[in-house]
């Protein structure tokens, strides 16, 4: 095994170990826990990550990129804006019952409680997320809408008030305060969403 592979190995095993012990400690997460999980030691962590934040946020990196990557999937380039809100929040609202859901929730409510505990961190993993959601805003960038199209600012706008429809409703399937939410549900909420004036057309200030 060269020693490029040697890296790439050792950082798999640390994100994988990472995942484990922070959904489950949050910000009492051990380095020495993390690092015995991936058969190594603590100064492989500094060495590839350089801090404990830094694998924090390195695991919030590895984590969102294929969910993009399944998002661009889910929503062809083809539909108007409405339609692709729609594919987007039926794609949102499957993942609650994939395989590994409840983990996924686990690590996003203990990603939130590390963030109120070390705001440092918290800047770093919002910059995390908001980079990841670049590509969520282009894949609505130049939708067809209401005779036009839309911008970037507005695109962005949406994408965080989805954010914050799609995280609350799933939430709320997993704790079962909604037990009607089902595609449709999410969609119809969505292209509600989308459809408000003030939030896709207003002009940026």
């Known amino acids: 095994m060269t020693r490029a592979e040697t ?5 798999r095993a640390l994100l ?77 609202r499957r993942t609650c019952d994939a395989p590994g859901a409840r983990a996924a ?16 961190l918290g800047a770093q993993l919002g910059e995390s997320i908001r980079s990841q959601e670049t590509h969520l805003i282009d894949l609505l960038t130049g939708r067809p809408y ?9 695109a962005e706008r949406l994408v965080t008030a989805l954010r914050a429809l799609f995280v609350g409703l799933s939430q709320g399937v997993m704790l079962g305060l909604t037990p009607d939410a089902d595609e449709r549900y999410f969609a119809d909420a969505a292209r509600a969403l989308a459809s408000g ?7 940026a200030d």
């Open 7 to 11: 890296k790439d190995r050792n950082r």
């Open 105 to 120: 929730q686990s690590l996003q409510l203990t990603l939130l409680d590390m963030a109120l505990n070390d705001p440092e």
């Open 197 to 203: 004036a003030a939030l896709v057309t207003q002009a």
């Open 16 to 92: 994988d170990a990472a995942f484990e012990v922070v959904s489950r400690d949050g910000y009492r997460a051990k380095l020495d826990e993390i690092a015995e999980r991936a058969g190594l030691t603590t100064g492989a962590v500094y060495s590839l990550f350089g801090s404990k934040s830094g694998l924090v946020v390195a695991l919030v990196a590895d984590y969102l990129r294929p969910y993009y990557e399944e998002i661009e999937q889910a929503v062809p380039a083809d539909l108007d804006l409405l339609d692709a809100v729609d594919a987007l929040a039926r794609h949102y």
């Open 146 to 154: 209401d005779g036009g199209k839309l911008a970037p600012y507005q």
